[in-house]
């Protein structure tokens, strides 16, 4: 009797004992896992405030490459003055869906322009037609800065664009990552 009494009080020790491990792992994991939603909720937050600075839906390659732009058609131009007219003038960055694009001219952009933008990139050439669809002025400098829309382009001609725009992005990061 006094064994199934020993063996019994024994028993009952290894079960407090294992549920006792169990509560101890488990409270350590309630921690961690705390932890990793203190560190998402932060770094939801770091996303949201940087995606609200750039709701573009495209990859943007910074870089500084001459451009020519030929206004095609603009609406309420009349007598033409400014169609057929090339403009020279700065890429400050670029996706698949548009540029940024740099020069000291004024145009009214309220007045739906169309342009054919010409650039390099690496090696290939481009033509693409784009509407204009933001301007920027600054005091400081003489330049505006227009946002441009790549339009009707084909498939093919925005996956030799994306490959051009890799291209060179992955060479910026290996001069970054050899400087460092």
Do not use: W
């Not at 006792?20 to 203190?38: D, H, W």
């Not at 033509?127 to 093919?156: C, P, T, W």
């Amino acid at each position: 009797m006094y064994y199934l009494i020993f063996y019994e009080v024994v028993l009952n020790l290894v079960f407090l004992a294992v549920i006792f491990i169990s509560q101890k792992k488990v409270r350590k994991l309630k921690a961690q896992i705390a932890g990793l939603n203190e560190e998402k909720n932060r770094l939801s937050l770091k996303y949201n405030k940087e995606m609200m600075y750039d709701q573009r839906s495209n990859f943007r390659l910074e870089l500084q490459k001459e451009a020519k732009l030929f206004i095609e058609s603009i609406d309420g131009d009349k007598d033409g003055r400014l169609t057929g007219k090339m403009i020279n003038g700065n890429i400050e960055n670029i996706s698949v869906s548009g540029i940024k694009f740099t020069c000291p001219y004024s145009l009214p952009v309220e007045s739906n322009i169309m342009v054919k933008c010409v650039f390099t990139l690496g090696s290939t050439g481009f033509h693409l037609d784009a509407a204009i669809v933001r301007k920027e002025e600054s005091i400081k400098k003489k330049q505006k800065v227009y946002g441009l829309k790549f339009m009707n382009v084909g498939h093919r001609e925005l996956e030799r664009l994306n490959v051009e725009i890799r291209k060179l992005d992955a060479q910026k990061r290996n001069k970054v990552t050899k400087i460092s």
